[in-house]
């Protein structure tokens, strides 16, 4: 199975939407701009490529007004999210897959990203 994730940072908070050709959406996560640790939203995103059993592309994208990547956190106290040999990143993109419901409105996630590839 191929598995994809956006995450998407706004003002408040960062969405996480991780999807399949073959099963749509997986797994939707709002999780706090400030995590715990540096390093957990990398160990999180690790941790679904191994569930995966394949490296995972995460696609991230900021909202106008949302805090810069130094400024929130979200990656510690790096200027770009920290990667493996489970985790590659890009900016921008979509996804369309089938849809879960609940969680609130990630319809962001769903939308072309102006400037996007």
């Not at 996560?29 to 990398?42: D, E, G, K, N, T």
């Not at 810069?68 to 956190?73: A, E, F, Q, R, V």
């Amino acid at each position: 199975m191929r598995l994809t994730a956006q995450l998407q940072t706004t003002i408040s908070e960062a969405r996480l939407l991780c999807t399949s050709p073959e099963w749509g959406d997986l797994l939707k996560a709002r999780l706090p701009l400030r995590p715990c640790h540096p390093r957990a939203l990398l160990t999180l995103l690790e941790g679904l490529s191994l569930w995966n059993g394949s490296p995972l592309s995460v696609v991230i994208a900021a909202e106008s007004g949302s805090p810069s990547w130094l400024d929130s956190g979200l990656f510690g106290d790096e200027l770009w999210p920290g990667e493996s040999q489970l985790v590659r990143y890009e900016i921008g993109g979509h996804v369309r897959p089938k849809r879960l419901r609940g969680l609130g409105d990630f319809r962001e996630l769903r939308t072309p990203l102006r400037g996007s590839r």
